[in-house]
């Protein structure tokens, strides 16, 4: 049998971790192979591992972390090469045996991925929404963290499933139940803070979001790089507007932006009509003309400010 788990990292762990445990107590621990890069391994290793029974003629339990659908754009091409050979010995593959590719993302274009999606099982465990991803972190917190608290929690780390549960792991070895009181602390980085920022603009909270920024930018010695990132997360919408403009249904601008744990984005509705959107994204871009043409109002950080400013008030 042959599996794809996607998705967060912390259900991917937990799933394997009951696998693993439940496969040393039937059969034994030497039958589990977990390996963290298969392009380490020469092609007879996964011959002799998957195409066999394992000790004592019993199963295998092959678990390949980060692969098929690598991050490692350095080696594509090798990584193109071993997945054309899993399609080539999967109909050679012990029945016996249980493959596990272990993946935060999935390339659904990739035949490897048809193959396994047609013939086998993909547990999916990315975050659709913001429903789903409270409705998750409702099911592990269970009488140990407040509804209000997970609300709080989801705006303040940008939806962000691995640093919400980090904290409120940390809260909980010291606390038996956290409220929102008790993370009054805690903080946002900057890309927190960016999304903030974005959520009151697009519900029209032009005076909100600006108070928001400038908030922010007390906080960073570098302009630029505060417009440089909120600019490139104004991209990300920008490209969800004109793709929802050409029709394109939800799973389609997921998988041609690649949005991740960000899908969640596609589905919300804003105050804020598009093509308002559009202008102010336009006015942004003409900072960046303004400042390789010496045609900005000024050059010091509170001129950039301004600039950043006028450019939202439309």
Not at 193 to 218: D, G, H, P, Q, V
């Amino acid at each position: 049998m042959i599996y794809l788990f996607v998705g967060e990292k912390y259900f991917r762990k937990k799933l394997i971790d009951t696998w693993k445990k439940s496969f040393a107590e039937k059969f034994d621990e030497n039958n589990i192979i977990h390996i963290q890069n298969a392009l380490q391994y020469e092609r007879w290793f996964f011959e002799q591992n998957l195409l066999s029974n394992g000790l004592f003629s019993s199963k295998n339990l092959f678990i390949i972390d980060d692969f098929p659908f690598s991050s490692d754009e350095e080696n594509t091409e090798n990584i193109l090469k071993m997945q054309e050979y899993f399609l080539e010995i999967f109909p050679r593959v012990n029945q016996e045996n249980i493959i596990v590719f272990n993946n935060w993302k999935a390339d659904k274009r990739a035949k490897l991925y048809k193959k396994i999606k047609e013939l086998w099982e993909i547990k999916d465990f990315v975050i659709e929404d913001m429903q789903d991803l409270k409705q998750k972190l409702e099911q592990i917190y269970k009488n140990r963290v407040s509804s209000a608290c997970i609300d709080k929690m989801i705006m303040l780390k940008w939806l962000q499933f691995s640093n919400i549960t980090w904290e409120l792991d940390k809260l909980l070895i010291v606390k038996d139940f956290v409220d929102v009181e008790d993370i009054q602390n805690i903080s946002q980085d900057i890309e927190e803070n960016i999304f903030e920022i974005i959520n009151l603009l697009l519900s029209s909270e032009i005076k909100k979001s600006i108070l928001k920024l400038r908030e922010l930018a007390s906080q960073i010695d570098n302009p630029y790089l505060l417009y440089n990132s909120f600019l490139s997360n104004l991209r990300v919408y920008f490209y969800i507007f004109k793709l929802q403009q050409l029709k394109k249904t939800n799973t389609e601008i997921k998988d041609i932006l690649d949005l991740g744990n960000r899908a969640f984005l596609i589905g919300k509705s804003y105050k804020m009509k598009q093509e308002t959107f559009f202008t102010l994204y336009q006015n942004l871009i003409q900072i960046d003309a303004k400042m390789k043409t010496g045609k900005m109002f000024g050059s010091d950080s509170d001129d950039m400010m301004y600039e950043i400013e006028r450019s939202l008030i439309i």
